[in-house]
């Protein structure tokens, strides 16, 4: 018996293509097939097309309401959830004093259980379905997210060997055989994450880069976030045997294997064109966090503006990511919002919510090396996306000015980002459903 297999799902569709351009499609029609897109195109010619083959079960009609791809969100410490609102001075200082008491706890196997449960539940609410994630030291708390994210994530602990607090210090052997067992267990999965050159020493860097290389993981760091850290990392390095005549923070990264096409800087504001230089030829990505780094009155971390130009000019990929805790709310909407915000206050051209959705969505997708697959809405692709909804959807002119609409309203009351997203498709499920 031949079963109907197609899903049909009617909505004004957002789907971005680059830095510049975004398809919209008012009143348009995605036809899935089990886990991917068969057909995308305006309701009219859909309807035309398959209406002998739709029926009541098989329709969702989303009525006013934007349809894009899920997110991805290129930075993110799963285990800073708590840390979210609080004050914040500095970065090394917040560190200190309210990150590091945050992810001892989830030294305890069964908090980590029960926070990894519900984060991730959240995370799917907020319409994040990809990504790269932080989680603790501890080797049970990578299992629990693993375990509990749905979705395309690399998941990796920090590793902290060195200037960090004793319950957070770990022997240069324990982090490598975690490493090992890490990546036996999930494989590509899992991601080789020193908390940054700071905490990690350069035989751990070194050592734990080849395993990830080997396995092909993908290695993710904190890099050059404030000048008071780039100081500490020079100071630090330049007594060290084989690192004295190290000329900047990248260099470091450069000489303990931490660079290449599978890895992800976090941040990397404060970047030399020689630096820019090592990552464009080592093809190391950089993920931008504005709302973390926004100005402490908007609740970041006051680390200063991404130059994404400069960026950009020296041929460097980069995506966007939320860096929760140092940024305040979960929903890249938010994000979005940063960095559009932030730019326009500088008066810096370029910073588009067309750009700052391709940023948050495919770009993510093509550095996890997903982007033939997921990302945005084509057909072959994955059905993977979000639904939103929003008023007269189908008569705005264009995704810049839908994407506004959306997104601008919300700015004095963040936390609305995260309740945004109506529904959820992923690969073909429908895993956030409308309430009743
Ligand atoms: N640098 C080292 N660790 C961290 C962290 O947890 N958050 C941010 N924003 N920067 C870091
Ligand atoms: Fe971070």
Not at 51 to 71: C, E, R, V
Not at 115 to 126: G, V
Not at 408 to 431: A, I, M, N, T
Request: proline share 4%; glycine share 8%.
């Amino acid at each position: 018996m031949a079963t109907q297999k197609k899903h049909f799902y009617i909505a004004t569709i957002l789907n971005p293509k680059n830095d510049k351009e975004c398809d919209f499609l008012p009143n348009g029609m995605i036809v899935t097939e089990k886990s991917k897109i068969v057909d995308i195109l305006p309701l009219e010619k859909g309807l035309k097309k398959y209406s002998s083959k739709m029926d009541k079960k098989n329709t969702t009609d989303f009525g006013d309401a934007l349809l894009m791809p899920g997110f991805f969100d290129m930075h993110f410490h799963w285990v800073q959830d708590d840390v979210r609102e609080m004050p914040k001075d500095s970065l090394l200082e917040w560190l200190e004093k309210y990150t590091f008491p945050t992810e001892m706890k989830f030294a305890n196997k069964a908090y980590a259980k029960k926070r990894a449960k519900e984060f991730f539940a959240r995370l799917t609410k907020a319409g994040t379905l990809g990504g790269a994630c932080y989680s603790s030291i501890h080797e049970h708390a990578v299992e629990a997210a693993i375990k509990n994210v749905q979705g395309d994530f690399v998941i990796g602990n920090v590793i902290m060997n060195m200037n960090s607090p004793k319950e957070l210090t770990q022997g240069e052997d324990d982090s490598l055989d975690i490493t090992k067992r890490l990546i036996k267990k999930f494989g590509p999965k899992h991601a080789f994450t020193p908390r940054f050159a700071i905490t990690t020493t350069p035989k751990v860097m070194k050592k734990g880069s080849k395993m990830a290389d080997k396995a092909k993981c993908f290695k993710q760091t904190h890099l050059s976030e404030t000048k008071a850290e780039i100081d500490f990392v020079l100071s630090l390095y330049r007594k060290m045997p084989g690192f004295e005549k190290v000329s900047s923070y990248t260099e470091i990264y450069e000489k303990t294997g931490m660079l290449g096409k599978r890895s992800l800087m976090g941040h990397g504001i404060h970047l030399s064109p020689k630096e820019l230089k090592t990552l464009n030829k080592t093809q190391t990505a950089v993920v931008h966090c504005p709302t973390s780094n926004a100005p402490i009155k908007e609740r970041g971390l006051g680390s200063g503006l991404f130059n994404f130009h400069t960026v950009e000019k020296a041929k460097v990929r980069w995506a966007l990511g939320s860096d929760i805790g140092g940024g305040p709310i979960l929903s890249m909407f938010d994000v979005m919002r940063s960095f559009v915000d932030q730019n326009q206050k500088k008066k810096v051209k370029g910073a588009t919510y067309v750009k700052a959705l391709y940023r948050s969505t495919l770009a993510g997708a093509e550095i996890l090396g997903l982007g033939k697959k997921t990302g945005s809405l084509e057909k072959k692709k994955l059905a993977s996306f979000i639904v939103v909804p929003l008023k007269q959807a189908s008569s705005m002119r264009n995704a810049e000015e839908a994407l506004s609409k959306l997104i601008g309203p919300h700015k004095l009351k963040r936390l609305q980002y995260d309740q945004l997203v109506s529904q959820v498709v992923f690969e073909g499920k429908e895993v956030i459903k409308k309430k009743a």
